[in-house]
């Protein structure tokens, strides 16, 4: 059987184990059902996913062109507290930074290689904890804008990473921190025009992943270097595809390359 499509971030789904889908466009399928098959990859081109060119991408998923003109990628994205859409300030374009920057966010700690902290919108729970890797979280603020939530975030940073260290991630490796003292640790150091946002009865959500064999030495795939790999898929976490002989692809950071896929 074969598929070809273009690669983006892998659709998610909540359940024991999480649930992940490959959208070719054409084609939807079910990854959890090819784990524990061998499975065919190809790189065939770049696709731009704003502007459909086929010019060798930047980054994101995107050409040169549209990295620096997107809406979509502005700084405020990686920095929330760079947001200026709630005092009318335009980026980019501000209709679309406001549709994005004033709703409500959450503040999350999440254990993925280390207990870390992170920002989302609050529709993009727990997809964003499942992209990461996590293996448990809990929101602990839930602010109306971004900007609060980067405020807040910035300031956590003090105290916990905001990083994911891949690897540990992909190999299985947890921390013994427990999310609710850490929690508390956080809470102890609440500034006050942050207490209205804080969260006291947010509850801890456990994720699951479809993996059957985690990595001992991990080898990342570049399909550019590698642009034909073959190899039984063993497991899937975070927004990476793990096979047998511990190589890893990171799916999102090969958005925008058509692939082909062959069972």
């Known amino acids: 059987m074969h598929y070809e ?3 983006k971030k892998m659709p998610t789904e909540l359940s024991e184990p999480i649930q992940y889908f490959l959208d070719l ?36 998923g995107l050409c040169k062109k549209c ?5 979509q990628v502005g700084e405020w994205v990686m920095k929330p507290e760079l947001s200026k859409a709630h005092l009318g300030i335009e980026d980019r374009d501000l209709a679309y930074e406001e549709k994005v920057q004033l709703k409500p966010h959450i503040v999350y700690l999440a254990k993925t290689s280390d207990i870390k902290v992170g920002v989302t919108r609050k529709t993009q729970i727990p997809y964003r904890w499942i992209d990461q890797g996590a293996d448990a979280a809990i929101p602990i603020l839930e602010t109306p804008n971004r900007y609060l939530a980067g405020k807040a975030e910035v300031f956590f940073k003090q105290f916990v990473t905001d990083k994911t260290g891949w690897q540990k991630m992909l190999k299985g490796i947890q921390t013994d921190k427990r999310l609710l003292d850490v929690k508390d640790q956080l809470k102890a150091h609440l500034p006050d025009d942050l207490t209205a946002y804080w969260l006291d009865e947010s509850e801890i959500v456990n994720l699951k992943y479809p993996v059957e064999k985690y990595p001992e030495k991990i080898k990342s795939i570049n399909l550019e270097k590698t642009p034909k790999i073959t190899g039984k898929l063993v497991g899937i976490k975070g927004q990476y595809l793990i096979f047998d002989d511990d190589r890893v692809l990171n799916i999102r950071n090969h958005s925008g390359y058509i692939v082909g896929l062959s069972l």
């Open 67 to 71: 990295f620096f003109e997107s809406p």
């Open 5 to 7: 499509g273009i690669l």
């Open 25 to 60: 466009r054409d084609d939807f399928i079910v990854l959890n059902q090819l784990v524990g098959r061998t499975l065919k990859i190809s790189f065939k081109a770049y696709e731009c996913l704003s502007c459909g060119s086929h010019e060798p991408l930047f980054a994101q």
